[in-house]
């Protein structure tokens, strides 16, 4: 794992959590990277070092930071949207670049769209823009088209090369860089 040029780990007081994040910092323009659900801001980690040098990359946690009930829909993505922009506010930042996969590609739509948060340009990889009528709808994750699926991954494994054979198995995984294979969080039954 090529973890030479390291980011600080830092965390934000919102207003009724606290919200982790890692800061490459840098003079120049604010680019925050938001990550896919079910994975983690450390996926970043290999584009935001290669651009370290011309931007202030800031890549927020958006796991397990608030306490959300799967029965009653999990943690809502407006509520991601607004801490989004919370977080910009409080670091001041003004009209970053954003780049999002996935859930994290729909946050800032809904931050831009919703909440008024400008943005300089987005980069959004498959952001999962669904009809109104489905965010209105209070449905339990598991029941969720694409959300049920991403918990449904399997997340232990003995060790870490047991846990790399099996993503080499599966398509969505299997062209990976193996340095982002080390980073994705596992957990290993002991």
């Not at 959300?68 to 989004?84: C, I, T, Y």
């Not at 506010?89 to 780049?99: C, E, G």
Request: glycine content about 6%; overall charge neutral; charged content about 25%.
């Amino acid at each position: 794992m090529k973890l030479d040029k390291l980011p600080q780990e830092l965390s934000l007081e919102l207003a009724d959590t606290r919200l982790d994040y890692l800061l490459y910092d840098q003079d120049g323009p604010t680019l925050i990277m938001l990550h896919a659900t079910g994975f983690n801001p450390w996926l970043w980690h290999p584009i935001a070092r290669a651009v370290w040098g011309d931007y202030r990359v800031i890549a927020p946690s958006f796991c397990d930071y608030r306490i959300a009930d799967p029965e009653k829909g999990g943690l809502g993505w407006f509520q991601l949207a607004r801490d989004l922009v919370d977080l910009c506010d409080q670091l001041k930042i003004d009209s970053p670049y954003v780049i999002g996969h996935s859930m994290g590609g729909a946050v800032p739509t809904i931050a831009s769209g919703r909440l008024g948060l400008k943005t300089a340009k987005m980069l959004l990889i498959e952001p999962i823009l669904l009809p109104r009528e489905v965010y209105a709808v209070k449905i339990r994750v598991e029941d969720h088209p694409l959300a049920g699926k991403s918990i449904k991954r399997r997340n232990h494994w003995g060790n870490r090369e047991e846990a790399k054979a099996y993503f080499k198995s599966k398509a969505l995984f299997r062209n990976w860089d193996d340095e982002v294979l080390d980073l994705y969080p596992v957990s290993y039954t002991h």
